[in-house]
């Protein structure tokens, strides 16, 4: 074995004359033959393989390269070695005040390649928002028909208003290679998570205490003193079912960005996992 190898490590030909070796058959980690870098053998190889390589101070890169490509026995890939993420479907939820839309209206300003899927809603506009963009509104009829010709992934009745996410959007963008983001309160996503299984990334945001969670709501002025009151109860609710969630993030008062920050920080890891998630709509 140590003769041959020695043998087929000589050659009488400058490098740069030597015929480029066969791509290698692998290209990315997972399909790398097992063990193929750890045997002694190939250790002992590459030591004798040493004489053949010219002086590092003497040989241009290109000649060091031919030499260590020829000596390994193929040639360097540029393919990228890691393969491509599969999109994620992230879904973001947290009790009402939380900040979940405050979160997702930075996320989109800071971060490319993401799809905020645009929930449907039976309920009225709020100041400032715009149909098609922070929500379709849309009038309960509507909303049912959607319901009927199994347009939405998930939808339920929220305070007394519809809201579901349509399908289409998500079947669109990821096949366009987009990560999508989902926002539901927390009985959507424990609906999702029946849906989804562990193939989507569940975030579940809260707020540093309740009192702060109370104060943002108050603050918002969006809620008569009754629907304050079944918020406020309906969170302290909500904020059990933490433990169903991947990550918890705080949005704490005046952190909007940190916050923001870490769930990039969440989205940047998944894409970096070696086992990836699979979602399939
Ligand atoms: N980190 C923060 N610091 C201060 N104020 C914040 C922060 N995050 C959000 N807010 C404010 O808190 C209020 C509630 O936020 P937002 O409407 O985004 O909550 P939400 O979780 O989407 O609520 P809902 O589920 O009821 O729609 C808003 O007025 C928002 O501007």
Redesign the pocket.
Known sequence: MFRRLCTSLFHPKPFSLLPLPKKPSFSTPQTLPKGLFFTSTIRMANTQKFHSIPSLDKASKPELLRALEFSLGSSFSSDSICPTPNPLIIVIS????????????RLREVRENLHFVVTATSRGMRPGEVNGKDYYFVSKEEFLSMVEKDELLEYAL??GDYKGIPKKQIREFMAKGCDIVL?V?IQGAETLRKILGDSGVFIF?V?ESEL?LVE??I?????SKEELLV?IATAREEVKYVNRFDYVVV?????????VNLVGSIIDAERAKVCQRSPFI
């Open positions: 947290g009790p009402s005040g939380v900040g979940k839309d405050a979160v997702i209206k929220v305070y926002r309160d945001l707020a702060a943002r709501l603050e918002r002025k969006t809620e918020r949005n704490a008062q005046g952190k909007l960005e940190e916050a």
